[in-house]
């Protein structure tokens, strides 16, 4: 059974910074796109940062210039540095990848973390 674990989210101040990891686990074949995204109360499910298997990256314009993602293959996580932070990045984040698991024989699928809460107050 594949799963993704998020950590590090909490509570921080405005222009502050924090890091937020995903840890991948279970029997994975291999990973292929890897990203971030979050929702806030009310809201629906945006991206936030993407990275692919060969660190191609993509960000919302939003958090472009704030935000890093990174990955790290051997270790199967991906990692969301955050910096500058504001009162409307608050939310729940969640981790997203894109996993074959087991063997070549199966099909690639989607997973999503549990989610890990961001608040920023002003």
């Known amino acids: 059974q594949v799963q993704l674990v998020e950590s590090g989210g909490g509570l921080v101040q405005s222009g502050g910074s924090l890091r937020l990891s995903c840890v991948a686990s279970?029997?994975?074949?291999?990973?292929?796109?890897m990203a971030w995204y979050r929702q806030a109360p009310g809201k629906q499910r945006d991206m936030v940062a993407g990275?692919?298997?060969?660190?191609?990256?993509n960000y919302a314009d939003s958090v472009q210039g704030r935000f890093t993602i990174s990955r790290d293959g051997a270790k199967n996580t991906v990692y969301l540095q955050m910096s500058s932070l504001r009162p409307d990045d608050t939310a729940v984040y969640y981790c997203?990848?894109?996993?074959?698991?087991?063997?070549?024989?199966?099909?690639?699928?989607?997973?999503w973390g549990q989610g890990t809460q961001v608040s920023v107050s002003s």
């Open positions: 990275i692919t298997s060969s660190g191609i990256t």
């Open positions: 997203y990848a894109i996993i074959r698991p087991h063997s070549l024989a199966y099909s690639r699928q989607n997973y």
């Open positions: 279970g029997s994975i074949y291999s990973i292929d796109r």
